[in-house]
Nanobody, 122 residues
Framework: QVQLVESGGGSVQAGGSLKISCEAS????????MAWFRQAPGKGREGVAV???????TYVDSVKGRFTLSRDNAKNILYLEMTSLKPEDTAMYYC????????????????WGRGTQVTVSS
């Protein structure tokens, strides 16, 4: 049974940093496409960063140069390190996974975590 559990969210001031984690279980970690999405109140779910099974990473333009995706294959953990945080980064952050490369398409991801809240104050 595939499970994704996010952690590490919190409240920071603008300009600060935060590293959130997604612990995965129930599948071969490196064989799946994984991604971070976020959803702010009243808005749709937005793709933030994707890592293919090959290790290739893609970022949405608004976080390029500020966010870094990485994974610890030994621990089955996907990380999103966020720096130079802005109030507009405030959202619930969700981890998603799928056996196939799914890019930014939320409907293509089979598995989702419950999310971790990130709040950035000005």
């Amino acid at each position: 049974q595939v499970q994704l559990v996010e952690s590490g969210g919190g409240s920071v001031q603008a300009g600060g940093s935060l590293k959130i984690s997604c612990e995965a279980s129930g599948y071969t970690f490196t064989s799946y496409c994984m991604a971070w999405f976020r959803q702010a109140p009243g808005k749709g779910r937005e793709g933030v960063a994707v890592i293919a099974s090959t290790g290739r990473t893609t970022y949405v333009d608004s976080v390029k140069g500020r966010f870094t995706l990485s994974r610890d294959n030994a621990k089955n953990i996907l990380y999103l390190e966020m720096t130079s945080l802005k109030p507009e980064d405030t959202a619930m952050y969700y981890c998603a996974a799928d056996p196939w490369y799914s890019g930014w398409a939320t409907s293509f991801y089979t598995y989702w975590g419950r999310g971790t809240q990130v709040t950035v104050s000005s």
